[in-house]
């Protein structure tokens, strides 16, 4: 019994092991197929020499034998020109018949490991062999958008790369980058299959000669933990760490998004930014156009510029500096001041920050252009009032929302918000200067809708209902704008109306309804993302921009500022808005506010040619809330 048991155990030794061979893949197939191959030939050869010795000598002996058996072992229709004795003949059939058996085993070999590395190689799991590219974690609605401004920024360079890595199909993920983004032009986009939380898959990219890393927010369940996790991964790797991006959707996981990433990670809020941008659009008309006009790389861009001639001179007098640019603030070494007071001393090591079509065009000017005293208003701005404001729907970044809009608008303001969502109201504590009450409608009921009299508001915001998927979401949101605008054509009344929402591509078909601005809060961190990508320095004047602690952009009618009905040149629009402690950069023309892809804006003017405004045109300022 004890040699049985011997036995037994021999032969599972010897079967795991021919299982691990086995297991070794296509190579180790191979090798079993060369052996049986080599003991076919060898067996064939020897029955041949012994079995039919005349056939063996008229075959040259053992090299001609080997080599008739070789040939029968791998082309067995060798078979079909055979002659001799029967004996000699069934031994070639043999080996025919077990080279047909080999052979055939080889193809189907070959086809899986073929098959196998052409699967790999689809998968994209090769290493990335590049040298300043971005590489872009995760996969999102905003990742359209990065690679779309980044093909914009890097047209006039040879060799730019973006390197893509998600949890997706790699040919899927390349259809869909060109299904959305189009033609990248000089821009190379490369796609990788794996997982960002994998220090594993992050080798592939060659972060260590990367020029800068963008983590996106992906859409799923939690998704700042998924944020969180690549930003330890990205930490935990050894080398060189380039800058790194990363968006987080709830303000709630920002201290510990900044405590994984560390030092050198530049986070984006994306429900603050949002909320603050539905909140600014309500009392702006075109605030969200003016943001995403000022972030995108079609036009003018934010510099950094430092310019030891204007050291020792104040922030108005250099207001008139730039032929080619428009003055926004100082980044001094206390940190970036937008719109500082108008006799702040720039020193030596100030840094000027600036709107201009491209680094290389910024020049200073020869001279002062002159301000037309007679056609400067000098309107005082209007005093402030208890405001009317309806909301209509609500998502997870209503109660933000409300507490911001607290912090514009005048005591004894009221809020209403209507909407048929279970959370409604809910999360606001408590509130200075807003009376919240909370309606039952749903958004979407004509009848509904007029029951709540919306004459009587001065604001009204859509917000995008998170109980529906984006697209739907989106489509109730089209419905909601649609009856608003008919009912304020039908009863003569007038309000502003703001709304959130999802796709970009749904703007052109909100903009039938007329809406006064539509936040498409995923584009603006897009663009906000692609410009800390291409220039991570920005990321304090970005943050600037979007905090309410400080001067904000604001479009604001041009008959405050400017006679209208006549050429003016934009340096009286600076000196009138500097009059008010504001600082001009733009403006907004009405009638073309309609028309993509600025919607009438013009950010950085030439200053030596007039504009003619009329009532609805706007000029954008930089200026205290």
Not at 39 to 64: F, N, R
Not at 454 to 476: C, F, N
Not at 535 to 547: S, T
Request: glycine share 8%.
């Amino acid at each position: 019994m004890g040699d049985a048991v011997s036995k037994a155990t021999l032969r599972e030794r010897l079967r795991y092991w021919f299982d691990n061979t086995m297991a070794k893949g296509t190579a180790a197939l191979i090798g079993w197929l060369a052996l049986v191959s080599l003991a076919l030939i060898v067996v064939v050869s020897a029955l041949t020499m012994w079995l039919t010795p005349d056939e063996a000598h008229h075959h040259h002996g053992w090299p001609g034998v080997l080599w008739l058996s070789l040939m029968h072992a791998l082309s067995p229709g060798k078979i079909a020109g055979d002659t001799g004795t029967a004996p000699f003949l069934a031994i070639m059939l043999g080996a025919s018949l077990g080279g047909i058996f080999i052979v055939s085993i080889l193809v189907g070999v070959l086809s899986a490991g073929l098959r196998g590395k052409i699967e790999e190689l689809r998968k994209g799991r090769s290493r990335v062999i590049e040298r300043g590219h971005t590489v872009i974690l995760g996969w999102s609605e905003q990742l359209f958008t990065i690679v779309s401004e980044l093909v914009k920024a890097h047209a006039s360079q040879h060799g730019s790369v973006i390197v893509v890595m998600a949890e997706r199909d790699k040919p899927a993920m390349e259809d869909a980058i060109r299904e959305r983004v189009g033609d990248t032009g000089k821009t190379r986009v490369v796609c990788r299959t794996g997982r960002p939380t994998e220090p594993s898959d992050l080798d592939l990219l060659s972060l260590d000669t990367a020029r800068t890393v963008v983590v996106l927010s992906p859409e799923k369940d939690d998704p700042d933990a998924h944020v969180i996790k690549t930003l330890l991964a990205l930490a935990k790797r050894a080398g060189n760490h380039p800058p790194v991006i990363a968006a987080i959707a709830s303000s709630r996981n920002m201290a510990a998004a900044r405590l994984a990433g560390g030092p050198d990670v530049h986070l984006v809020d994306s429900d603050d930014i949002a909320a603050r941008l539905i909140v600014q659009s309500s009392r702006q008309s075109g605030m969200s156009v003016v943001c995403m006009d000022l972030l995108n790389f079609d036009g003018g861009e934010i510099y950094l510029r430092r310019d030891p001639s204007l050291a020792g001179k104040s922030y108005g007098q250099a207001l008139d500096a730039y032929a080619t640019a428009t003055v926004l603030g100082l980044r001094t070494p206390r940190g970036v001041v937008l719109n500082p007071p108008v006799d702040t001393k720039i020193g030596t090591s100030d840094e000027i920050v600036v709107i201009a079509q491209d680094d290389s065009l910024i020049r200073l000017a020869n001279g002062t252009a002159p301000v037309d005293e007679r056609h400067i208003v000098p309107t005082p701005s209007p005093a402030p009032y208890p405001e009317r404001t309806l909301m209509l729907g609500w998502n997870g970044r209503a109660a933000r929302v409300i507490r911001y809009l607290d912090s514009y608008v005048m005591p004894g303001s009221v809020l209403d918000v209507a909407s048929d969502h279970p959370d409604a109201g809910s999360g606001l504590g408590d509130l200075t200067n807003l009376k919240v009450n909370v309606k039952e409608c749903d958004g979407i009921d004509r009848y509904a809708l007029e029951s709540l009299g919306v004459g009587v508001y001065q604001h009204v915001i859509v917000l995008s209902d998170d109980r529906y998927d984006p697209r739907h979401a989106d489509t109730r949101t089209l419905m909601t704008l649609l009856q608003l605008r008919d009912m304020q054509t039908a009863l003569g009344e007038k309000y502003s109306i703001v709304s959130e929402m999802h796709d970009e591509n749904n703007r052109a078909l909100a903009e039938v309804t007329e809406a006064d601005d539509i936040v498409i809060s995923d584009t603006v961190i897009g663009l906000l993302l692609a410009q800390l990508a291409e220039n991570p320095h920005l990321a304090e004047v970005f943050g600037h921009l979007f905090d309410s602690a400080g001067s904000e952009i604001y479009p604001r009618p041009a008959e405050n500022y400017v006679t209208t009905g006549v050429p003016v040149g934009f340096r009286t629009v600076v000196e009138s808005a500097l009059r008010r402690g504001e600082t001009a950069i733009g403006y907004r023309l009405a009638a073309k506010a309609g028309q993509p892809p600025h919607y009438g804006i013009v950010l950085n003017p030439d200053r030596s040619r007039a504009v003619t405004f009329t009532p609805g045109d706007s000029v954008i300022v930089l200026a205290e809330h």
